[in-house]
């Protein structure tokens, strides 16, 4: 296992590095953001990444889209201090095979890398169920309709369901749109008010089913 570490944190970075190293992982280079990581792998190719989420700069799930883009082979591992479910399922919807907290226990966070070598997806406590969740959502949802059934949603609704569906977060779409991010969470509301559903999950799952 050729490992890539990418975390803006020098003192986490090196602290993770030796002890991987110190059982027998191959750390094959370390990156301090999103961009650099991207670099990184064109000269490294690693055969899997350990990403934090949140960088300044290029983030975590920027970075895992722009290298599951050229390098679909490689395994992502994203790296969080928290479980927050729109980092979960952007970083899963950007191709990230897993993710895992900071707060982890050492060995436990080496077995769920060790688990992903062997094939499976790891995932910190907790968010396996929570993915579950999300597809019975999409298994629960009835055929999709015709455009004729679809309620109209505005232009700007339409632009914050797109890149929802992109995986993008509210704080990347405030960004992209030019709107404060509590001005995406209303229309996030309106929008599954007019869809009559019930929660971004839900949202996500429905989207996926209009192929956005």
Same mark, same amino acid.
């Given at each position: 296992?050729?490992? =890539?570490?990418?975390?803006?944190?020098?003192?986490?970075?090196?602290?993770?590095?030796?002890? =991987?190293?110190?059982?027998?992982?191959?750390?094959?280079?370390?990156?301090?953001?999103?961009?650099?990581?991207?670099?990184?792998?064109?000269?490294?190719?690693?055969?899997?990444?350990?990403?934090?989420?949140?960088?300044?700069?290029?983030?975590?799930?920027?970075?895992?889209?722009?290298?599951?883009?050229? #390098?679909?082979?490689?395994?992502?591992?994203?790296?969080?201090?928290?479980?927050?479910?729109?980092?979960? #399922?952007?970083? !899963?919807?950007?191709?990230?095979?897993?993710?895992?907290?900071?707060?982890?226990?050492?060995?436990? #966070?080496?077995?769920?890398?060790?688990?992903?070598?062997?094939?499976?997806?790891?995932?910190?406590?907790?968010?396996?169920?929570?993915?579950?969740?999300? #597809?019975?959502?999409?298994?629960?949802?009835?055929?999709?309709?015709?455009?004729?059934?679809?309620?109209?949603?505005?232009?700007?609704?339409?632009?914050?369901?797109?890149?929802?569906?992109?995986?993008?977060?509210?704080?990347?779409?405030?960004?992209?749109?030019? !709107?404060?991010?509590?001005?995406?969470?209303?229309?996030?509301?309106? !929008?599954?008010?007019? =869809?009559? +559903?019930?929660?971004?999950?839900? =949202?996500?799952?429905?989207?996926?089913? +209009?192929?956005?």
């Amino acid at each position: 296992m050729r490992l =890539l570490l990418v975390d803006d944190n020098p003192l986490y970075i090196e602290g993770l590095k030796d002890y =991987l190293q110190d059982n027998g992982v191959e750390v094959v280079g370390t990156a301090g953001d999103g961009l650099e990581a991207v670099a990184k792998v064109e000269m490294l190719r690693p055969d899997m990444i350990v990403m934090d989420v949140q960088m300044a700069g290029c983030d975590g799930i920027e970075a895992t889209r722009l290298i599951k883009r050229d #390098f679909p082979e490689i395994e992502i591992v994203m790296l969080s201090v928290s479980e927050d479910d729109e980092h979960l #399922f952007a970083a !899963i919807r950007a191709g990230a095979s897993g993710y895992l907290l900071k707060g982890m226990e050492a060995p436990l #966070f080496l077995a769920e890398l060790r688990r992903l070598a062997a094939g499976e997806a790891p995932l910190a406590p907790g968010m396996a169920r929570r993915i579950l969740r999300e #597809f019975a959502g999409r298994e629960r949802e009835p055929a999709p309709e015709t455009a004729a059934e679809r309620p109209a949603l505005s232009a700007r609704q339409g632009e914050v369901l797109r890149m929802l569906a992109e995986g993008m977060i509210y704080k990347e779409i405030g960004a992209a749109l030019g !709107i404060r991010e509590i001005t995406v969470r209303y229309h996030v509301n309106e !929008i599954l008010g007019k =869809l009559h +559903l019930a929660n971004r999950a839900q =949202l996500l799952a429905h989207a996926a089913r +209009l192929n956005l």
